[in-house]
């Protein structure tokens, strides 16, 4: 499994009980980004994170969420948000960028702002969503995403050491990371099944590997999501 997610996520319970044994491989490094001062929220503006990361830098701001609308992609990251903020106004749910401003559309009025709390690499999604409907969305890149330095060669390792039946991108940047490396390695993995969490990864998939590649889409960000897409594979 290629991705930033590790146990904790309870996809190597999951997967173990189909059979599977997983192996996690941390591709990319998240740090906060300095000199970033905290935007002050308007009375009623809600506020838009598609991961834990940015999340994170909302805690060490110290930036209070209760009694604010938020909208979040995944359910881990909504977990982690309840967990610090127990009086938030409202939580939407999506499991992808687009599907969170559709239900951000059709949940709340135009004149409603929102601030987006993202990464450098972070799609357009959410902004050009908005915007082009009318809706005033302020983005606050706070944090940058690395490749982790020792990622090509423990990559290369675990291919030359392991036979894999599905490889699985968690994201976009996943992706990019990784393609070089496995496009090296397309001997060893010529039989694998690539796995991508949402539209926009398995996008990053085709374009990387070609439109021949076998691909599954997990349109379910978790577990049991997961479990589902490769069940169906295997029939």
């Known amino acids: 499994v290629s991705s930033g997610i590790n146990a904790e996520y309870g996809y190597e319970t999951a997967l173990g009980e189909i059979g599977l044994t997983p192996s996690f ?20 503006e809600g506020v ?5 990361h940015s999340v994170q ?36 749910i999506a499991r992808n960028a687009k599907e969170l401003c559709q239900e951000l559309l059709e949940k709340f009025p135009s004149s409603k702002p929102w601030t987006f709390f993202r990464g450098e690499k972070s799609l357009e999604t959410v902004p050009v969503t908005l915007s082009d409907n009318h809706v005033s969305c302020r983005c606050v890149t706070v944090y940058a995403v690395t490749v982790r330095s ?4 423990a990559l290369s390792h675990l291919l030359e050491a ?24 397309s001997g060893l993995i010529e039989s694998a099944v690539f796995v991508a969490f949402g539209p926009s990864t398995a996008n990053a998939v085709r374009s990387h590997f070609g439109e021949n590649k076998k691909l599954g889409v997990c349109e379910n960000p978790t577990p049991a999501g997961l479990v ?8």
């Open 48 to 52: 838009i994170c598609t991961s834990k």
């Open 150 to 153: 020792d990622m090509s060669g």
């Open 57 to 92: 830098y909302l805690i060490e701001q110290g930036i209070d969420l209760n009694g604010v609308d938020v909208g979040v992609v995944g359910p881990a990251t909504a977990v982690f948000m309840k967990e610090q903020w127990e009086s938030m106004e409202s939580v939407t």
């Open 25 to 44: 491989l941390p591709v990319l490094e998240t740090q906060t980004l300095p000199h970033v001062i905290p935007p002050i929220l308007s009375p009623g």
């Open 228 to 235: 589902n897409v490769l069940q169906k594979i295997m029939g």
């Open 162 to 185: 392991e036979v894999f039946d599905f490889i699985v991108f968690f994201s976009p940047s996943g992706v990019e990371y990784t393609a070089d490396v496995l496009n090296l390695h």
